[in-house]
């Protein structure tokens, strides 16, 4: 069977988009397949923060991980800007987890001091600010602030910038994207080779790739794949825009280049994503007016919730399907932060066949129910 | 905010133009406890604005229709209703929890049912330099004439299409007003499509009153007819309105105020953010509720009367306020109320009648509603329809993707000035429907609130453990 | 300037003082604060908080929020709603609010 494209992608979120560009930038034929315009879509609701502190805590390699995307971002960023002429405002200022009292002060210390316990990675800079120092990089800090936890590597950017510029950049190499392309089943052809089914007909490729967020729980089984999921929903507050005042990123408060402050975010084991509800943005709002009190007068224009992309132990799941090899698939929360590796890395390990060993922790084996089916990534390499 | 005699109420009614106000009084008429609820300075809504403050005290200034307003205001006042100014509405949530923003303070009221009675608003009017200063709409100036006594004394020109128009523009001259140039934008051939449907329209008030504006305005104003072409120019704020008209001919006009009005259309919302199904009115071109026969949305126990429930006029709009208000009390088991809920309904079939003829007949144009090249979509975060043409051509297939890629609604107004222009124009650019390509997903709060005044609501423990953790 | 708009002479409402930019001007007591701005003469034009173009009220009903000004020392407050009051100090806004005001 003659395969017209080289790679299927399902999914052109932010993880399907990245993946997708990444491939077309390598030369593959690309065809992205994403559901229509009013479903959920973490892409769309997600709070921009390039974070590495405290990612990883309980397996090391994705602390690794999450730093190297760190330090990709800055050459992913201006690939995309040379490419589409799209700013996507990445900065690396380094980036504060704030403490409101002693007890948030002492679980943030443990934090810390877990993620050295488990051997960090080369350069990892995680530290514990007192209220003094803070106060000279976030001089309007309220007086219930009591200190910090501070990473170099964190940061945050236009995560909607870099939606679109991944978006116009898919077209400039070629790529085809399909909206209202939903994957309804996946089959894996004897001789190599997928088949795609969607309501709008049918789609061939040598390889897929399943970045459909929690979707990918449902079609991972169709090509022998495992992906367990557990999403939550997750709120945001967004004001109207400000003149800047607030030059590094926080955990939960930020402010983005267009000058509006976002405020995040709640976890609600909810998974209905049209609904916001009030007294859970009360709590957000108060905890911000007590890190930065001239917030208090500023107006709220939006509130939103999305429904985070979650595996069942937060971890990303990367990996390849032994009984149908070509079928890959990425899922993890941090679609953000990782999109540079997965755009510059992930995407170039698909091309070539197999995933390595620096990713085999990522695999799905890793639970206990997984099938036998998953390849593993070293025998792949 | 302590104004509030309670937490909870049988009725709550948002927006206290006509259809508000016959839902308030017929429901506390009727025992409810009820509360309206407005965010302007006083109650009468768009058509009777400036009610109870008007300058305009000469009873033939603004008319018999202005003053009608003042016997509903009276049962509304006899009726024991509870009425709160000032006091906008920035959430409702499916458990029918209302949020209020009342002097720079928030507060959440319990409903047992809720009309929503937010009405209409113009429809955008999205012309090449639409948001230059001096530009506002028809409506604008017809609020500063009710409330403020305000006409326009500058060189003005008015264009558009629809009664409205053609009623403000009689309003504006008798009060003594400027009005130059007027342009219509009736496309050729609409009268004659009307037509047939007239028989129902004559039978109605509006045919008379209709007739004698017509010849009030032409006798006074240069009316340029159907025009098809519209343009603002000026730099820093308006200079000249330039036009062209179906037969090829241009003309221009130096001139301080240019207002825009081509027809009404429901502002759905806080309608829409309950997560009440809409559908779309290929009549009317417009978002509408999807309601049953008492105006009850599809989330139960809120309903909607009056324009926000689809374009009908101050009478429709009071028999759509007391058939919601008496069928919700009726579901309430507050009895005696049948008898009521039937004149009521019969009220509002009259009251419906001629209403597809005016619909038919201004119906606007397609240039007017769906811009070409570079013309401004979105007046907050200034996206202008190449860039939505654009945004079609890398995978946008709605409107909330297309949120992602521009910003497009997510300014202060919410979407309330785009919302239309942006379902129309990516309809037309992806070949498809309205109904398939959709509206903005909208959310509370639907009107700005401050951050202190959501951090002041009541803590509840469940709420902590989501967010802190 | 003129006024693009003129009070009919039988309006007899009372005036009151406001403050715009720190000018004084008379405004009629039950106008909103963008009615007075439009009937004041003054160039009352804001720039808007994304490219900063000049932008002055469009609908006068709370829909469009053009008619965004600092009343009181608190930013973007849609004057189309608000009554004068005596008094009040009113700023035309440039661009983006600042925090704190
Ligand atoms: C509240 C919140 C805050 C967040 N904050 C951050 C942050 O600060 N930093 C960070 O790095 N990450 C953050 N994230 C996560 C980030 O947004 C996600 O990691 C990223 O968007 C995930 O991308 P995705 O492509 O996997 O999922 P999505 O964006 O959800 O995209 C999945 C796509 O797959 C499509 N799809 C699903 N099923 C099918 C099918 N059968 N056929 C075809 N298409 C299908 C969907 O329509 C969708 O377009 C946050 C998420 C949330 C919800
Ligand atoms: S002028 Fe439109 S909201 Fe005030």
Redesign the interface.
Known sequence: MAQVHDVAVVG?GLLGASIAWGLARLGQKVVVL?E???VR?A??ANFALVWVQGKGAGMPPYANWSVEASRQWPGFAEALEEQTGLDVHYQRPGGFHICLNEDELAARQRVVEGMYAQGAPEGYGLEMTSREDLEKALPEIGPEVVGASYSPHDGHVNS?RT??AL??G??AFGAD????HMVDAIEPQPGGGFVLHTEQGRVEAAKVVLAAGNGNERLAPHVGLFAPMMPTRGQI?V??RVRPFLHYPLGTLRQTD?GTVM?G????DVLDD????????????????RTFPL???????????GIRVMTRDGFPVYDQSASAPGAFVACCHSGVTLASMHALDLARRIRDGGLGGALAPFSARRFADAPETLLNSDAAA | MSVLRSDNYDLVVVGAGPAGIAAAAAAAKAGATTLLLD???GPGG?VWR?LT?T????RD?LGKDFWDGQLELEKLRSSGAEVLQ?ATVW?I??SL?V?ISHGGASR?VQARRIVIATGA??RPFPIPGW?L?????A???Q??LK????????PTVIAGQGPLLWLLAGQILR???RIDVMLDTTPKGAFAAALPKAFGFLTTPYFRKGLKMLREVRSKVRIIKHVTRIEAQGD??LERVVWETAGGKRGEMAS??LLLHQGVVP?VNLAMST?AAHDWDGLQLCWRPRLDDDGQTTVPGIYVAGDGAGIGGVGVALARGRVAARAALTSLGKSGQDADLSAARAELAKANRGREFLDLLYKPAEQFRIPEGDTIVC????VRASDIRS?V?????????L?????TG?????G??CGLTVTELMAKARGTTPEQ??YY?L???VK?????E??D????P???K???? | M????????????PTLEIFVDGQSVRA?R???VS?AL??SGLDV?RD?A??G??????????????C?VTIDGVG?RQG????VAPGMRVEIQRGKRELGK
């Open positions: 052109g994403d229509g315009d009013a879509r892409s769309r909607l939606f679109r978006h116009e898919l077209r994207y399909r909206p209202d507050i004001t109207e267009e405020i975010d709640s976890k609600e049209g609904e916001t509800r009030v007294p859970v943005s009360t709590v957000m709002a108060d905890r911000a007016r917030l208090n007068r500023l107006n709220v224009v939006r509130t939103w919730s | 965010e302007n300075a768009q400036g403050s300058p305009l005290t000469n200034m000032r959430s949530d499916p929890q949020g959440i608003m113009e948001t200063p001096g530009v506002m709409t409506g604008a100036a609020t500063m409330s403020s006594g305000l006409v326009p004394s500058e009060m003594g007003g820093g704020q301080r105020l502002n997560g007046r907050c975060e200034e945004a051509d890398i995978g946008a297939s709605g409107p909330n993707q949120k992602a890629y521009l910003r997510m300014g202060p107004c919410q309330r000035l390509i959709g997903r959310r509370a709060p700005p609130l401050t951050l202190s959501l951090a609501l009541p803590m509840e469940e709420a902590v989501a967010v802190v953790r | 003129t006024p693009m708009f003129s009070h009919i002479p039988a309006d007899q409402r009629r039950g106008d909103t009615a439009l009937a034009r808007s994304v490219s173009v000049p932008r002055l009220p469009y609908c006068m009903m709370g829909v469009c929020f053009e965004l973007n189309c709603l608000i009554p």
